[in-house]
Every structure is written in C-alpha cells, then in structure tokens.
C-alpha cells in the first residue's frame, strides 16, 4: 500500500471532526446569543414595537434556515463542502462588521416614533442589508456544515456507522456547550454593557471558527461534487410526465438500470409511488440519453425524497413553538423579577437552565442509554431517527401547555401588584422541557436526513432540518398576525391576544395553549407518516439485488449458451453466486483495472 493510499485512510474520523466541533461551538455562540437577544435590540435600540420585534426576529431566523438550501445545493453541485462553509463563513463575518459598525454608533440608531417600526432611509438600507446578509453567511454554512461531518465516517463501515451515530451527538454537545456561553457571558456584554461589545466578540468568535475549519483541511475526507440534485429531480419529473400514457411493465426489472461505477450508490426499486417508475422505461428505437429516460436508482432518489416530505412538514409545528421560547418567552422574563440574590440575570440567559442540564444529558445518553439500546435495537444509534423524532414533538406540546400556566401566573401577579412580579426562573420549566424536546428532535432530524439521502444529495437533504425550522418561524409570523386580526375582531376589548407594548394587557397564555393543541393534533399526523416511511436501509435487505436481473437480455442470452456448452468455469459462477446474494460493490473490480462494470434492464 503506497504512503498516499495510507494518509487517505488516516483522514476521517473523530480527529477531524474537531475541527468542525470547534467551529460550531464558537459559531453557534454567537447564532444562538442572537437568537436569544436580538428581539430586546430590536425593541430597546431600533424601536420596533413588541409583535414587530418578535417578528422581525423569527424573519431573521427563518431565512437563515431557508437559505440553508442554498448552501446545500451548492455544496452537493459546484463546490465541495469545505469550500462552501468557507466561503459563507466570510459573508457571515462581514455581517458581523456591518451589524457591530451600526450598533457603536448612535447616529445610525433610528429616533424613537411611537410608530410600529421606526427604522427608515439609511439606517433601514444598513440595518437590513447586515440583517439578511449574516442570514445568507449563517445559512449557507449551516447548509454544508452538517453534512460534511457526518462526511468523515463511512456508513458502510459497521464501525465507522456506530461513529456516525455518536457524531450526532457531539454534534448537539458541541453547538450546546457554545450555547451556554452565548447565552450566559456574550448575552450579558450585550444587554449590560453595549449591545457592540456583544456583536464584536462574536465577530471575533466565528472568524477564529472558521479559520480553524480551514486549518483542518489536511484531515478531512473531501467528497467532490456530483450532478445537480435539482436537475436530477427535475429530469424524473420531466420524463415520468411525457411517458404518463405508457402502461407500466408488469415486473421491475423491465425499467431501465445502469451501474458504471462501484464507488457510486445503487438504489434497489420499490413499488411505493409507481407512477414515478414511467420515467425508466426505455421505450424501443430510442437511444438511453439523459431526459429520455432515468434509471431505477435515479427515480427511487425522486421517491425518497418525496417520502421525506411529510416527515419534514409533521416537525414545522414544533419549530413554531420553538420561535416562542426566542420571543415572547423573552419579553416575558424581561417584565418579571430577574434578581438572582445580587446578580441581575438578563432575561435572554434563561435558556441557559435547558442548556446546561443538556450538557449532562447528552454524554448519558451517548454512554448509557445507547450502548443498551443496541443490544435490544441492534440500531447503530439505539434507536431509529423517527423514534427519537416521535419523542421530541410530544415534549413540545407539553411545554407550551406549561407554558400557558407559567404566563397566567405571571400576568395576574403582575396585574395584582406589578411592584411584586414572579421571580424569573418560573420561565425554567418551559424551556427545560423544550430543551429536551430539541435535543431528540434536531439530532434525530439530521441523521434521519443525512442516512437516509441518496448519496449526491446529502447536503440538501441535511438542510431539510433548516428548512423544516424556517417555516416553523415564518408560521409563527402568520400565527401572529393573523390570531390579532381575528382576535381583535371576536374579543369584546376588540383588542388582539399580541397587541401593543404591554404584556399584562394580552393574552399570551391563550396563544400558547393554542400552539399546545396543535401540537397534540400534529403529533397525531406525525404517528401515521413516521408508521407508513420505510427506511432506505429496509429497501434494500427486503429486495436484494439479483445479478441474473440486472443483467442485459443479450448478456442473459450469452450466459445460457455458455452454459449449455459446458463453458462456465467454476470460478465464474462463485463469482455470479456472490453477487446474488450480495449484489454489486466494489469487491466487483477486476485485477486488470476494470473498476466499472455496466448492467442494463429494461
């Protein structure tokens, strides 16, 4: 084995996960720092009112999850992954400057107007350039990041599968233990001392990030870019559409296949959504090229995809609620007591409560609860993705049920004696709960994504975990709006739930309890698509791949004369027994260097 063959094996792993690790522990300090403070910026500095601030925000952070798509698809398509995070890193920290510049200066703050947004001229052209160009740089890492850790372990390794799994974890770990000084340290500085301050070392933290993601390039496992995921899709789509008249054949192997390359993915064919299965039949006088017939693996890509959708749309809800906890949860804590015997604990540092017991729950989970559920599950993670979804979305409309009790107490302690509020730690219980909830949720989203993707779409896939977040925070948005225009309407104040400035005039716990019944409904939806999804990986046990099918029919034809004759060497048909039972991998190579080998099916 030459000294190349043995860096390339050295590459991978844990090792250079660290880098990753460090990046988004310092990246995510500064993320979630303004996840937690910037609805106050927005109302104390930029004069927003309250349902303005809180919308503003989950604008924010609805895009940045958005264009999280962006990022993937250009890392699945144009440029590695590494090259990607890079590059929206920069944006990322130029928004940094732009956001600190504006925030040090009080001429570039806009003057207070009693208005429902006061930001106008210049300012507003700084104020939202900044604004949606940190959600681009945030997204787009976001988008690529992800996946090019989980990159560094090879899934088809049993080992390295089982690392894959716990990568997850310290995954959430490492963007939890950035969190907690987000929250704690760089939400002080901002809201104690100046709000710049804050913005500059978190400018500061995420250049340090990426420049160790760069220093780390000698260690990674790089994959390079495949076709475009979207022209892929839209090819299927496209073909299926223009042979919807055909009949379809009567057995699978019938469609169209080829297998090039052992270094890429087959995806055996499955009987869900067949419709989509007219686009690989390979119609007679007509020349296999590209939009005139898809191959079997290139439509199951299509069906997989499809099959993520509801998974994705049954956890908006959830991202909903979450859009809460960074909102309204905050002014809440900003109206109540928020003494800690000498120490004035801002209210944006709350989530710290959640955050720390995660620290401890996280590694006993990875070091206790998994090793025993593999030995029940055999599941390299313990349990499936979608079972630790399942668990996710049902503490999450039992926090928001909490929650609703929790702003009761407080907004009639607050109108009974406003000079007496409850103590700010009542908030815990809401955010401890949802805490948990998360901790099940994201990381069982982003392996379910990322294993079950087919392999040139891995990016894209990973950021269905953003996309699901960003519009769980856009519908938020229109929960707002659209509850005060009706609220206002039915009530007999004729004022909405969310209205105005003051907190002890609304009606927050009934829009809590709301997202609480909801939440119960969409677990119920959630019940029935997580029950009807078949993993990738069941597909392809349960339709093991016979050589003797994917072979051309001329190629059959030849086999049977060779066998007739007597020329089938013994060897030969070891070979062809292997390959049934296992079906095509590299171990297919030939010693002269024929790497590739090529069937056909129709």
Not at 195 to 205: D, E, K, L, R
Not at 548 to 573: F, H, I, M, T, Y
Request: net charge neutral; proline share 4%.
């Amino acid at each position: 084995m030459g000294d190349k063959e043995v860096k390339d094996e050295q590459k991978g792993g844990f090792r250079a996960s660290m880098f990753i690790f460090v990046l988004l522990a310092l990246d995510n300090m500064g993320f979630v720092a303004n996840m937690a403070s910037l609805v106050l910026y927005f109302y104390g500095v930029m004069h927003f009112d309250l349902s303005n601030s809180a919308n503003t925000l989950t604008n924010f952070l609805g895009s940045t999850f958005l264009l999280s798509l962006v990022g993937g698809f250009i890392s699945d398509t144009y440029f590695n992954r590494l090259t990607t995070c890079l590059f929206f890193g920069s944006l990322e920290v130029l928004a940094l400057v732009i956001f600190s510049v504006q925030a040090a200066l009080d001429h570039l703050h806009p003057d207070f107007c009693g208005k429902s947004s006061c930001v106008k001229g210049g300012i507003a052209v700084m104020f939202y350039t900044s604004l949606y160009l940190l959600a681009l740089g945030m997204g787009g890492v976001r988008g690529s990041l992800t996946a090019f850790g989980a990159d560094q372990f090879d899934e088809k390794n049993p080992r390295e599968a089982k690392a894959l799994a716990s990568f997850f974890n310290w995954l959430l770990l490492s963007s939890t233990l950035g969190s907690v000084i987000g929250v704690t340290g760089v939400v002080w500085v901002s809201t104690q001392k100046a709000w710049h301050w804050g913005f500059i070392i978190i400018t500061v933290a995420s250049s340090i990030g990426f420049l160790t993601l760069a220093l780390g390039k000698p260690f990674y496992r790089i994959k390079t870019p495949g076709q475009s995921p979207i022209l892929r899709i839209s090819q299927v789509i496209s073909v299926a559409f223009k042979n919807r008249k055909l009949p379809l054949p009567e057995s699978h192997e019938e469609l169209y296949e080829v297998y090039e390359s052992a270094t890429l993915e087959r995806i055996a064919h499955t009987n869900q959504m067949r419709f989509l299965d007219r686009a690989s039949i390979l119609q007679p006088n007509i020349e296999p090229k590209e939009w005139k017939v898809c191959t079997v693996t290139q439509v199951e890509e299509v069906k997989i995809l499809t099959r993520m959708l509801p998974i994705l749309a049954s956890t908006i809800i959830m991202n909903t609620c979450l859009a809460q906890l960074q909102t309204f949860s905050v002014q809440q804590g900003n109206v109540m007591n928020l003494k800690l015997g000498s120490f004035t604990v801002p209210p944006p540092s709350i989530p710290v409560i959640p955050l720390l017991f995660m620290c401890i729950l996280i590694p006993m989970y990875e070091f206790f609860f998994v090793p025993f559920a593999r030995k029940i599950t055999h599941h390299p993670s313990g349990v499936t993705p979608l079972q630790r979804v399942g668990v996710g979305l049902v503490l999450s409309f039992i926090s928001m049920a909490v929650a609703g009790i929790v702003e009761v107490k407080r907004r009639d302690q607050g109108l009974k004696d406003p000079s007496r509020p409850i103590s700010l730690f009542w908030l815990s219980f809401q955010y401890a709960i949802f805490g948990i909830a998360d901790m099940f949720t994201l990381v069982g989203l982003l392996e379910f994504f990322y294993r079950e993707a087919p392999e040139t779409m891995k990016s894209l896939s990973t950021s269905f975990t953003y996309l699901s977040m960003s519009l769980g925070y856009f519908l938020s948005t229109i929960f707002v709006d659209v509850i005060n225009a009706v609220t206002k309407r039915i009530t007999p104040s004729k004022q909405g739930w969310l209205h105005g400035l003051d907190l002890n005039q609304n009606n927050l716990n009934l829009f809590y309890w709301f997202l609480a019944i909801l939440s119960c409904l969409n677990f119920f939806n959630y019940l029935y698509w997580a029950s009807w999804y078949k993993y990738k990986a069941e597909e392809d046990s349960n339709s093991m791949v016979n050589l003797n099918a994917l072979k051309s029919v001329d190629e059959r034809k030849q086999d049977e004369e060779e066998k007739k004759d007597g020329k089938v060497k013994a060897k030969e048909s070891s070979q062809t027994s292997e390959a049934n039972t296992e079906g095509p991998s590299s171990s297919d190579e030939t010693d002269d260097g024929r790497n590739s080998r090529e069937w056909k099916h129709r």
